[in-house]
C-alpha cells in the first residue's frame, strides 16, 4: 500500500525514497530499513530490493511521576499497530493519580473496503478531581467526568495533504462534595468559592470537526527531516447543551544539523470561542470542562494543569506571638486551575550524538527550551469582602464572616436554661421580647466562614520558559525518557515540576 512505484513503471528516485519513508513510518520493520537498487534483466530495467526485518508492532509504555500536589502518577497504554496483520490499530490507555483518572479504547482501519479510507472509533471516560489540603487532609473539590465516545475517519488529497473529519458525542458532569461544599442542599460559595459553584451541573455536548494535514516527515517515529502542519476546528451545537467553536493550530519542524545533531521545533496554539449568551458578571461563557489546560506532559518544567489561570484561597491564622498572618504553604492552599479559552506552546530541541558505544545502548540525549501560556478568561467575582478592624498592637485584624437573619443582623448564639443553644442577634445578653436585650454577658457570634484572601492568579499571556535536558534510552526494561526541566520563567500561581520520567515496551 505504502509504495509509489509499480512494476512497470518509470523510474523515480523520489518515489522510491518516499515509498522508504513511508513505510518506515508504519513502524512495522527495522530501524534501518532501506529500498535498495540493483542491475535488472536489461540495460534500462532497475530491481528494487527490500530486506525486510520486522519488528515488534505491539506496545506497552508505563509512566510514573512524581508531585507535591498529586503524589504518585501512574499512566499505562497498550497499543497493537498491526492487528491481526492488517495494519489496524488497536489501543487503551489508563491513567490514575490523585488528581485525574482516565480510560480510552480506540480502534482504527486504515484502509476501508481496500480503499485509501481509514475509520476509527474511541470511547473515553475522564475522571478530574482537584482538591485541597484542611490541615494535613486532602479533600476533593470539584470534579470533571466526561463519558463518550468519537467517530473519525480521514482521506488523503494529495500525496502530502489530508482530510480528517470526526463527530464527538459525550456527557460531562461538574459536581462537588454535598457533604462538604453545600449549605441547606445548594452550593455555598463560602466553602466552594462562587466560580465553581457557577459551574456546576451536566450537560450533553454534540460536536463534529476537521482537521487539514500537511505531512512531510520523513518518519512520524523518529523523524530527523520534513515537517508537519494541522489546523483543527471543532464545533458543537449538533444538538446538546453546548455551543462553541473551538480551532487549534499545530506545527513541526525536523532539520538534519550534520555530525548527527538533529533539531527541531514544534509549536502549537488554540483558542475557544463560546456561542452561547452571556452566563452573567463575572462568569466566562466557556465552560471550565471545555477550557484548554496546559501543562505536563506537554510543558515540561510545569506540573500537571500547572499552567494559566487559577484562584487560590488563602485562610488567616495566628502566628505564636498573637499576630494574624495569611497561611502560605502551598500544601495549605485551596489552588483551583480553571484552564484557558486561548493558549500558545513552543518548543526548540537539539538531539545530540553520541559514540558508537552510547548508540548501540540506544541513548538519545537532548537539550530543549520551551515557552508558553494559557489565558483569556473572565475574572470570577470575589467569593466574599470581609471586614476588618484593629488589635490593641495598632494591626489590622480581617474579621470572620458573620452568620445574618433575613434581615441582615449579625447573629449570636447562648445557652438558656435549659442547656440548649438558641440563636439570637443579642451580641450580649438574651431577648427581653421588647426588641432589647437583658444581660451584658457577650454571646458566641456564628461563623459563615474563618477569614481568607482570594486570589486571581496566571491570566496572562506573558511566557512562560523552560529549558532541560532529556535522555531516550533502549534500556532492558523497554524505551525509557528522563527529563530534567527548570522553569526560568513563570507567573504567581504557576505550579513547577522538576522531574518526570516514563518506561515503556514492545511485544
Known sequence: REVRLGEGDAFNSFQVKRSQDRINSLGFFQDKFEI??????APDRVVLDANVEERSTGQLQLSAGFSSLERFIIQANITQNNFRGKGQTLSAGVNYSSYSKSLQLGFTEPYVFDKNIALGVDVFRRDYNAFNFIGTNRNTTYSQVSTGFQIRTGVPLTEYWQLAGRYQFSYDEVGLDQNSFYTNGKCDPLKAGRYLCDSLGNRLTSSIGYSLIFDSLNSRLRP????????????AGLGGDVKYLRSKLDFSKFVNLGSGFIGSFVGEGGYIKSLEKSRGPGVDRVRINDRFYLGEPQFRGFD????????????YTTDSTGKQI????RDQLVDDALGGTAYYLGRFEVELPLGSGAREMGLRPSIYAQFGSLFNITEP???????TTTDANGNTVVLPLAVKDTAGNPLYSYVNAAGVLVPTTCAAGIPNGNGGCNGIVPNSPQIASQPFEERFLGNSARPRVSVGIG???????????????KALISQPGDDRKLITFNVGTQF
Open 381 to 387: 467575582l470575589k467569593t466574599a469582602t470581609f471586614d
Open 304 to 315: 500537571i494543569r500547572g499552567v494559566g489561570p487559577r484562584v487560590q484561597r488563602r485562610y
Open 224 to 235: 530527523t527531516a520534513g515537517q508537519r502542519f494541522v489546523f483543527s476546528q471543532d464545533f
Open 326 to 329: 495569611l497561611i502560605t504553604d
Open 471 to 485: 535522555v531516550n534510552w533502549n534500556s532492558p526494561f523497554g524505551p525509557l525518557r528522563i527529563d530534567l526541566a
Open 36 to 41: 535498495k537498487q540493483t542491475p535488472g534483466s
